[in-house]
Structures are given as C-alpha cells and as structure tokens.
C-alpha cells in the first residue's frame, strides 16, 4: 500500500544522509493515525551506508520529536479555536 512512499522516503535519506534522515523521520511522525514506514529507511541507512550509528540515531530522533511535536501543537491550539467558537 504505501511502497511508493517508501521508495520516496528511501531516495530521500539516500541521497541527503543525515539531513535526509531527519526529513524523513519528520515526515514519517507528521501524520497520527497513518502508520509510515519510515523506519525502513533508516535501517538501510545504518546498515549499508558509511554513517555513524550515533548520529544517524541522534538525526532520527530529533526528526521525530519535531514531528510529533508539530502534530501535538497543530491539535491543542486548534482545539482552543474550536472550543472558543
């Protein structure tokens, strides 16, 4: 179901590295309730590419805390607007 995203995702942290691994964790985190596969590319990273696993981990991680967090905010300030009309 989601393999052209997958693909996209893969040619992004590919071809980007490290940066294309926090893009890809963001995007990956960005939607709630629709599972991303994601992680997938990641674990290709680490195991087929020249990167430190620390970085790329700490990379990932960042990415994934910008995401959720973005979704966190997207919801409790629309819900402020939504209670207030």
């Known amino acids: 179901m989601f393999e052209w995203l997958t693909d ?3 040619k992004i942290a590919l071809n980007y ?3 294309g691994a ?3 964790s ?3 985190n960005f939607l709630p309730f629709i599972p991303i596969p994601y992680l997938i590319a990641i ?5 087929y590419m020249p990167v430190d ?3 790329l981990g700490i990379a ?4 994934g ?3 959720k967090s973005v979704i966190y905010l997207l919801g409790f300030e629309g819900g402020k607007i939504i209670i207030t009309e």
Do not use: K, Q, W
Request: glycine content about 18%; cysteine-free; charged content about 0%.
């Open 53 to 55: 696993p620390i970085i």
């Open 17 to 19: 590295g490290y940066i």
């Open 43 to 47: 674990y290709y990273m680490a195991s």
């Open 26 to 28: 963001i995007l990956g």
């Open 60 to 63: 990932a991680g960042i990415g």
């Open 22 to 24: 926090l893009v890809v």
């Open 8 to 10: 996209v995702m893969m």
């Open 65 to 67: 805390a910008i995401g």
